[in-house]
T-cell receptor
Framework: GAGVSQSPSNKVTEKGKDVELRCDPI?????LYWYRQRLGQGLEFLIY????????KSGLPSDRFSAERTGESVSTLTIQRTQQEDSAVYLC?????????????FGQGTRLTVV | GQQLNQSPQSMFIQEGEDVSMNCTSS?????WLWYKQDPGEGPVLLIA?????ELTSNGRLTAQFGITRKDSFLNISASIPSDVGIYFC???????????????FGQGTILTVHP
């Protein structure tokens, strides 16, 4: 597709369950980012992938959060044993180059609700 | 950690009025960015600023990178109804290759334009 695609667009899960969120970046974009946006808040950095380099995981809030990326394609963000405070919109973005966060294109996000 | 204080939190204006919003930081950023987010969408980049003192325009939008590198403002002139949305500032330190993806966002300014 032409843009960053995220799925599902909405996810309601029970507290304690695991969830997987998917991001399909724009083809050819080497950098991929995950951010979290709580209601009424700005975006919080979670993790950043750049090519084959080790990802920057410094924004992951706890060890219940993990993310993987296969090469320069799809990424999945996994949240284990979800808690109510995990409810947020999870946004993925991709860009063409390491310096290219200014050229980063965001997906529409996955709205996660933990009940 | 780094925080950005964005103000005002919300603005209600009449069509045709000018708008100004700003961000301040407790620490220095090397890059300032301004994004707009529409409901249900990811943020879209409006303006990027790379040098202290830089003043950049994009149509009716003008943004400046403060001399101290700890602040930035965004002005919108002659507002129109489609300017409605949430505006976010974001800063980056560009401290190294793995830092490029790590943006710190302000809390957002909700703009409402009355026709």
């Amino acid at each position: 597709g032409a843009g960053v695609s995220q799925s599902p667009s909405n996810k309601v899960t029970e507290k304690g369950k695991d969830v997987e969120l998917r991001c399909d970046p724009i083809s050819g974009h080497t950098a991929l980012y995950w951010y979290r946006q709580r209601l009424g808040q700005g975006l919080e950095f979670l993790i950043y992938f750049q090519g084959n380099s080790a990802p920057d995981k410094s924004g992951l809030p706890s060890d219940r959060f993990s993310a993987e990326r296969t090469g320069e394609s799809v990424s999945t963000l996994t949240i284990q044993r979800t808690q109510q405070e995990d409810s947020a919109v999870y946004l993925c973005a991709s860009s063409l180059s390491p310096r290219g966060f200014t050229e980063a294109f965001f997906g529409q996000g996955t709205r996660l609700t933990v009940v | 950690g780094q925080q950005l204080n964005q103000s005002p939190q919300s603005m209600f204006i009449q069509e045709g009025e000018d708008v100004s919003m700003n961000c301040t930081s407790s620490s220095i950023f090397n890059t300032w960015l301004w994004y707009k987010q529409d409901p249900g969408e990811g943020p879209v980049l409006l303006i990027a600023l790379y040098k202290a003192g830089e003043l950049t325009s994009n149509g009716r939008l003008t943004a400046q990178f403060g001399i101290t590198r700890k602040d930035s403002f965004l002005n919108i002139s002659a507002s129109i109804p489609s300017d409605v949305g949430i505006y976010f500032c974001a800063g980056a330190t560009n401290a190294g290759g793995t830092s490029y993806g790590k943006l710190t966002f302000g809390q957002g300014t909700i703009l409402t334009v009355h026709p």
